[in-house]
């Protein structure tokens, strides 16, 4: 065989080579990290991430396999998981919007007070929301849905039977908005993630909590205190904003055929199921504490209306505040209202 044709031999089989280690590679199996704050027996870990991996796992025919890394496992803390998902530290991470105050100021107007009530209705809203006014805020990851929870309300050592009687009252709050309702409505608020609600609660840091029934098992709510307070019609006090958010990096690195999987498996409907477990939770959360005989303080309308009027003025604030950052928050407050009313039909 002369030099020319042994070259063209070589580099014909590196060339095949080449094509077996690319088939090869789309063949593999790619794992992907998923890290976030609360035990594994809690209500998203169990009944939504866990599913929502399966569901990757099997529409991807196994290309897809996904590690849960729950409470905290893989270190940091619970308000430095979005940007543990933005840096490529893991490849997805479920975090509150709230415990980075300020950085979503567009998303937080659904944590303003009476905003929502239904998770499911709400979540649909919110992540079609971010798509039309609030893309810019999430532009550093993969979003895979922002969604809320369910009514938000108090759980406390001393019943909360009206405005007066949570007056000067330690609640724990988990946003800034929310921190500033408590305020206003006569508190005084204690800023921390949920996963510490539990030992603050044991050990009298706090006298309450503001979170919604789905997320008290998990934290033993109802065993540390006894009096829960509900307001008229189902409504929340406020809600909290979620995102479940992948690295760039690690989607854009995926085969066309796994990044459909990933894309079907985001957006308003993933957002939708997110919400609809929550819903879910918050029957069961509801039902330990029907069954402790907790007591449960339901206001009525014309107390619902009194909290609803102590509370408007945090909406004026919020307003005020991103006004100075050149937004409207007064158009942005209609927009989700119109969305919430859309879904909720």
């Given at each position: 065989m002369?030099?020319?044709?042994r070259r063209?031999?070589?580099?014909a089989?590196?060339?095949v080579?080449l094509a077996?280690?690319?088939?090869?590679a789309?063949?593999q199996?790619?794992?992907?990290?998923l890290?976030?704050m609360?035990?594994?027996?809690?209500t998203?870990?169990?009944?939504?991430?866990v599913?929502w991996?399966?569901?990757?796992?099997?529409?991807?025919?196994?290309k897809i396999?996904?590690?849960l890394?729950?409470?905290?496992?893989l270190?940091g803390a619970?308000?430095q998981l979005?940007?543990?998902a933005r840096?490529?530290?893991v490849?997805?991470?479920?975090t509150?919007?709230?415990y980075?105050?300020?950085r979503?100021p567009?998303t937080?107007?659904?944590e303003?007070?009476?905003?929502?009530?239904?998770?499911?209705?709400?979540?649909r809203?919110?992540?079609?929301?971010v798509?039309k006014f609030?893309p810019?805020?999430?532009?550093?990851?993969?979003l895979?849905?922002?969604?809320t929870?369910?009514?938000?309300?108090?759980?406390?050592?001393?019943?909360v039977?009206?405005l007066?009687?949570l007056?000067g009252m330690?609640?724990?709050?988990?946003?800034?908005i929310i921190?500033?309702?408590?305020?206003?409505?006569?508190?005084t608020?204690?800023g921390?993630?949920?996963?510490?609600?539990?030992?603050?609660?044991?050990?009298?840091?706090?006298?309450?909590?503001t979170?919604?029934?789905?997320?008290?098992?998990?934290?033993k709510?109802t065993?540390?205190?006894?009096?829960h307070?509900t307001?008229?019609?189902?409504?929340?006090?406020?809600t909290q904003t979620f995102?479940f958010s992948m690295?760039k990096?690690?989607y854009?690195?995926?085969p066309?055929d796994?990044?459909?999987?990933?894309?079907?498996?985001?957006?308003?409907?993933?957002?939708?199921?997110?919400?609809?477990v929550?819903?879910?939770g918050?029957?069961?959360?509801r039902g330990?504490?029907?069954r402790?005989k907790?007591n449960?303080?339901a206001l009525?309308?014309v107390?619902?209306q009194?909290?609803?009027?102590?509370a408007a003025?945090?909406e004026t604030?919020?307003?005020n505040?991103?006004k100075a950052?050149?937004?409207?928050g007064?158009?942005?407050?209609?927009?989700?209202?119109?969305?919430?009313a859309?879904?909720s039909?």
């Open positions: 002369t030099f020319l044709k063209t031999a070589l580099a089989m590196g060339a080579a077996t280690m690319a088939t090869t789309t063949a199996t790619v794992t992907l990290r890290h976030q609360l035990p594994p027996q809690a998203i870990p169990a009944k939504a991430l599913p991996a399966q569901k990757v796992e099997a529409d991807s025919g196994g396999k996904v590690q890394f729950h409470a905290m496992q270190g619970p308000p979005f940007d543990q840096d490529g530290v490849d997805f991470t479920w509150v919007l709230g980075t105050p300020g979503f567009k937080e107007v659904f303003l007070p009476f905003m929502s009530g239904n998770a499911e209705a709400s979540s809203a919110i992540h079609e929301y798509e609030a810019e805020e999430f532009k550093d990851v993969k895979i849905a922002v969604h929870h369910g009514p938000g309300l108090f759980h406390t050592k001393t019943p039977t009206g007066e009687s007056r330690k609640v724990r709050g988990g946003s800034r921190n500033n309702m408590l305020t206003k409505l006569g508190a608020p204690v921390m993630p949920v996963p510490a609600v539990t030992e603050a609660l044991s050990k009298g840091v706090i006298d309450g909590t979170i919604p029934w789905e997320v008290t098992p998990s934290l709510v065993e540390l205190v006894k009096n307070t307001f008229a019609g189902n409504e929340g006090l406020y995102a690295n990096a690690s854009d690195k995926l066309a796994l990044k459909a999987v990933i894309d079907k498996n985001s957006g308003v409907e993933a957002a939708a199921m997110f919400g609809r929550m819903d879910e918050d029957k069961v959360g330990i504490a029907e402790a907790n449960i303080v009525d309308l107390e619902t009194r909290w609803r009027r102590t003025t945090v604030d919020w307003i505040e991103v950052k050149g937004i409207d007064a158009k942005l407050a209609a927009e989700a209202r119109a969305l919430i859309k879904h039909k």
